[in-house]
């Protein structure tokens, strides 16, 4: 009798040891989850961050490379005298242009007048653009008519309003932004009207199924929908916005702006002064569409929902 209610105790402890080792286990499960959970997640996005440096890195040492053979190139069409050194100036010869247009602060002055005009009918440009654009999709009549309309001045030579800008509005800063809002404007509207007429219908009722309707349906269904379009569209019109400054800027003969460096230049044949004016011009509009379209656009993709990750791109 003793001895089967000795077993009978360990049995017991036995039960109760297992249950208690089931208990912990139980806890411990959602914590090893959660721990390993997390431990992923940080692999994850070391991971991505890892790939994303290393194109970067990538990037910067193409650019690097390209730009070196550029000037490699250069330096020895400049010394095989195939144009005389005052039609093509060495690289030596156009850094030291750099260098006196930025110590009288000639370049400085020039580049933050020049900015300051693009914003501004850049800006201007955008508001205009985007009202006609909904007012041609809340009227449908008006939208065909105003989009042949719009797509053929889209096409007009953003130099060509440089004469009847001059006419118009005179030799000023008026002149000259009226060139840029209507070398851009057209395309915002476009861009506008398009991206919001091509929503797929389907979008469409399936939200009004759900009970969306007026504001509601237009700020959580049309913009999101049409937002590739519009960004296209707003980097496609500030391209044409800085084509037609920086001519606006050369032939209405500012008073100061990176054309009025172009126009002095041409003026006392320098093509030192001329050749760093380009390469201040082109280097603005990688920084422009590399550092702060992209980021925008990457930002709006990524609000949106639109984004696509590299491994499904």
Do not use: C
């Amino acid at each position: 009798m003793h001895n089967t209610s000795s077993d009978d105790n360990r049995n017991i402890k036995d039960d109760d040891n297992t249950i208690n080792n089931t208990r912990i286990n139980e806890k411990l499960n959602p914590i090893e989850e959660t721990e390993s959970h997390i431990i992923e997640k940080d692999k994850k996005r070391h991971f991505t961050f890892a790939q994303k440096s290393k194109i970067n890195i990538d990037e910067i040492a193409n650019t690097i490379l390209f730009i070196a053979v550029f000037i490699g190139i250069w330096q020895l069409i400049y010394l095989l005298g195939i144009w005389p050194k005052i039609s093509l100036p060495s690289p030596l010869m156009v850094a030291e242009a750099f260098y006196e247009l930025l110590q009288n602060n000639t370049l400085t002055l020039s580049i933050g007048m020049t900015m300051y005009r693009l914003t501004i009918g850049f800006i201007i440009s955008i508001v205009m653009g985007m009202i006609v654009g909904l007012a041609m999709v809340k009227f449908p009549g008006f939208g065909k008519t105003m989009g042949s309309f719009a797509i053929g001045l889209q096409s007009f030579p953003s130099i060509a309003w440089v004469p009847f800008a001059i006419l118009l509005i005179g030799l000023n800063d008026f002149g000259i932004l009226f060139v840029v809002v209507l070398s851009s404007v057209f395309s915002v509207m476009i861009s506008t009207y398009s991206g919001i007429r091509n929503i797929p219908i389907i979008y469409i009722r399936a939200a009004k199924n759900m009970g969306a309707k007026g504001f509601f349906l237009f700020r959580y269904l049309m913009i999101p929908a049409a937002t590739p379009a519009l960004i296209d569209g707003l980097k496609q019109a500030w391209s044409f916005a800085w084509h037609a400054l920086i001519g606006a800027e050369i032939l209405m003969a500012a008073s100061i702006g990176i054309g009025h460096i172009l126009l002095v230049g041409r003026e006392f044949q320098a093509m030192d002064q001329i050749i760093a004016s380009m390469i201040t011009i082109f280097a603005l509009g990688m920084i422009f569409d590399r550092i702060i379209f992209m980021k925008i656009e990457d930002k709006v993709r990524e609000k949106w929902g639109l984004k696509q990750e590299q491994g499904n791109a």
